[in-house]
């Protein structure tokens, strides 16, 4: 029994942490005019790139400090944060401007059972207990959900 | 064996010198474009294809007994000297079966149009079927049938192809004519044919498909990138049957490829680039007509491809020995031990602001060099000193209407000849050659 309980705690201060540093890095951007909050969950690959050209003119039109971004993935358009995926590169350029990409733990979970292992993500990704949740709480402080 | 060894290393030192050398390097990496999908970014399944409809007039002449030479008529039917045809008409699936693992993609193709591959047995069939395991880094594996790596010409996307024909060093010595048994006497299976009056000729005398640069066998490839630069490979094992499922005897080719290529930027089949690369292919064919006699062939040769908007230009070189093919009406002819060399340059300007491009090619072929006595059953025998020649100089112009449909328009002036006094007066009446394709990619 203990282990399952030591997991269990491991897995929350994980998440725990994971929220810590979205919630840092979005303090970093809190004097940012505009927030925007990204959803990919769609399966199609235009979508992942459409997603992140959004991010990416959003940067160019109001500048990078004037803009907070964060792109919430779940369900199929996890994929977009899988450490193998081809727009890694555009990634990690979007992150270098101050771009948050956080990854819905709980369609995590239902692929590793699907792959018989748990995907490896990019490095940039910041796991969340759910993305659905992480998109409403962002709604909440002010965030404009946008899903291209 | 210590010869084709040799040739293996010259052409894995060319590729890497000529890598070495250059400064800039490559266009479209086909291992990759056909072979893997997009990591993380692969449809389950992405349905594509293509369609090229064309008309083409050959303004060659008769002989002097007002006879007729597959060069002289247009293919794939070969009976008449001006055609509209619906040449290319191919749909296929491909993709990651489950999107989740990258590390599983198949590819599948199948073609309805009316070319050397349809015409002589059927009216459809399967160009590509394969499965790639991208499980181990640096050593993907593909198995099934799918475009063995070689020649730029022939590995190439045919629906990106910049001409509507192929070189004829391309079309003679690598889109290899597959044999099937025939009695000359009675004029079953492949026999030879003589030239024929026009119309009605129908001077195909195969009855398999052309291999369409494709083997069924299994590869090891990858791609490895270092900044601005991509060094691909590729090990092949097949059964040199083209595009038969099973193999019809127990030899088996071996395919080697290199590439280097410094690439500019953009993607897929028209990325821009500088590439150099080196191929090299061996394998034996068993007689038809005779199964205890069997004839070793051998394919090598080494190309550069430069690409940069406006402006585009290949170079091909390539060189074989074994199983000539000696043309469309002379199947038995094509069991030999000669030996045929060609290249090709051939250069594209993209006239800038607008949809237009300009395309310029002069390609090479000697066929049946250093003679050697054919095996029989031949027809008509071929005397010492039988080299034949063809030069071809084609100009051509594309429209693009959009990024996936676009208009060729060319013309082929053609200069064949033939120490053989028999084959010169067949060549000496071949003149030029009008092409207009239309092409849709969906």
Known sequence: MKPIVHRLVAVLLALGLCVYSLQASAAEKSFAETKVVLQISDNDPFKQTLVLNVANNLIKHYGPDQVDIEIVAFGPGLRLLFAENVNAGRIQSLVDNGVRFAACNNTVRGMSKILGEEPALNQNAVRVSAGVVRIMDLSKEGYQLIKP | ?442
Do not use: C
């Open chain 2, 1 to 442: 064996m210590k010869t084709k060894f040799k040739k293996v290393v010259l052409a894995a030192a060319s590729a890497t010198l000529l890598g070495a050398v250059a400064n800039t390097v490559q266009a479209a990496n086909w291992l990759m474009l056909q072979g893997t999908e997009p990591a993380g970014a692969g449809k389950r399944a992405h349905v594509w294809g293509f369609i090229q409809a064309q008309y083409q007039k050959d303004d060659s002449k008769a002989n002097a007994t007002d006879g007729y030479v597959p060069p002289k008529l247009i293919a794939p039917n070969l009976d008449d000297q001006s055609q509209f045809n619906v040449n290319r008409a191919r749909i296929g699936v491909r993709g990651t079966a489950l999107p989740l693992d990258s590390n599983v993609n198949y590819f599948i193709l199948t073609e309805f149009g009316n070319n050397g591959i349809t015409y002589p047995e059927d009216n459809t069939h399967l160009t590509d079927a394969s499965i790639t395991l991208n499980h181990i880094k640096g050593a993907r594996v593909r198995m099934g049938l799918f475009k063995y790596p070689g020649a730029e010409e022939g590995l190439q996307a045919i629906h990106v192809f910049d001409y509507v024909n192929f070189t004829s060093v391309t079309n003679q010595l690598l889109l290899e004519r597959f044999q099937q048994a025939g009695n000359q006497a009675t004029q079953t299976g492949d026999f030879n044919q003589p030239a024929t009056p026009s119309p009605n000729a129908d001077m195909n005398q195969y009855t398999r498909s052309v291999g369409a640069f494709r083997d069924v066998g299994i590869q090891v490839f990858d791609t490895f990138k270092a900044t601005d630069w991509e060094h691909s490979y590729a090990l092949m094992y097949g059964n040199g049957n083209g595009l038969n499922f099973g193999d019809n005897d127990d030899n088996k080719d071996v395919y080697l490829y290199w590439s280097s290529e410094r690439v500019f930027g953009g993607k897929g089949p028209r990325r821009e680039g500088w590439k150099t690369f080196a191929w090299y292919e061996d394998g034996k064919r068993t007689n038809p007509n005779d199964p205890t006699q069997e004839q070793d062939r051998t394919r090598y040769g080494i190309g550069t491809k430069y690409l940069k908007k406006p402006f585009r230009l290949t170079a091909e070189y390539m060189k074989g020995e074994g199983m000539i093919f000696m043309g469309q009406h002379r199947p038995l002819h094509q069991f030999n031990n000669k030996e045929a060399e060609g290249w090709y340059l051939e250069g594209g300007w993209y006239i800038p602001g607008t949809k237009w491009e300009l395309d310029l090619r002069y390609d090479t072929y000697t066929r049946d060099e250093n003679f050697v006595a054919p095996i029989p059953p031949t027809a008509t025998p071929s005397a010492p000193g039988d080299e034949t020649e063809f030069n071809t100089i084609t100009v051509g112009t594309q429209y693009h209407f959009n990024k996936k449909t676009r208009l060729n328009l060319e013309y082929a002036s053609r200069d064949n000849k033939s120490d053989t006094a028999a084959v010169e007066a067949q060549q000496k009446g071949v003149e030029g050659r009008f092409a207009i394709q239309v092409t849709a990619i969906f």
